[in-house]
């Protein structure tokens, strides 16, 4: 399933979702313009849980960005195009009306605490793992968890594959999120003790939808700002 937009309005622009998009995109561009140098960049600004563990037991890396910067920085690297291309989409799909109900600070902080959370959850389960971790998607799920406890009835309207045709329908966030969620949860419990080889951070997914439904509520995002 492909969320294309949700039917929710908001009532003033999203600026930091456009902004937080924009830097993802010139980071990315950026990449493609590093070729065989793409692994040294990610060696240096991506979360390697192996390294972030040897830092928290007070031997870290002989590098030039601490390992704890890492898990801001991970979160606007992206491994190709379809990567970063599902996770704008996420964003820009559930991110404005956060933002809207939270304000644009509270938003950027709430996005950012999230992606870290989310980065930790898959540092916790994996704390010997020497793959680099990269991408919003942690942050972006925090958002989508944010989504679910505020608009639970509101209309996702989603691109999905009707046998050899795709069509769109509209799904009640509760079911499109749910799944989405479920999902990611029973990925994350099927990934564990193979961290090397599970490809996808589904601890930081999974985590990161949960820390956004508790941390949402605790900065006003029940609140009545429409």
């Not at 924009?22 to 590093?34: E, G, R, S």
């Not at 801001?72 to 109900?101: P, R």
């Not at 994996?126 to 989504?147: C, E, H, L, R």
């Not at 996702?156 to 009640?172: A, E, K, M, N």
């Amino acid at each position: 399933m492909i969320p294309i937009r949700d039917e929710n309005p908001t009532y003033s622009t999203p600026v930091i979702v456009y902004i937080l998009i924009a830097i993802n995109v010139v980071v990315f561009l950026h990449q493609m313009t590093l070729g065989s140098g793409i692994e040294g960049f990610f060696q240096l600004y991506a979360v390697i849980p192996q390294e972030l563990s040897a830092s928290l037991n007070g031997t870290p890396p002989n590098q030039p960005v601490p390992e704890l910067a890492t898990l801001i920085t991970s979160q606007f690297l992206h491994g190709g195009l379809m990567h970063i291309g599902g996770n704008m989409l996420f964003l820009w799909t559930f991110g404005d009306n956060i933002e809207h109900d939270l304000g644009h600070i509270k938003f950027l902080l709430f996005y950012l605490v999230c992606g870290v959370l989310a980065g930790l959850s898959h540092w916790f389960f994996g704390m010997q793992s020497a793959v680099p971790t990269v991408g919003a998607s942690g942050a972006i799920a925090g958002v989508m968890g944010a989504y679910l406890i505020k608009y639970p009835q509101a209309k996702i309207v989603t691109l999905l594959p009707l046998f050899i045709i795709w069509t769109t329908v509209r799904i009640p966030a509760v079911f499109f999120l749910g799944f989405w969620f479920l999902q990611q949860a029973i990925s994350s419990v099927a990934s564990l003790g193979m961290p090397e080889s599970a490809g996808v951070a589904y601890w930081a997914h999974a985590g990161g939808f949960i820390f956004g439904a508790i941390l949402g509520p605790m900065l006003g995002l029940m609140s009545d700002r429409r």
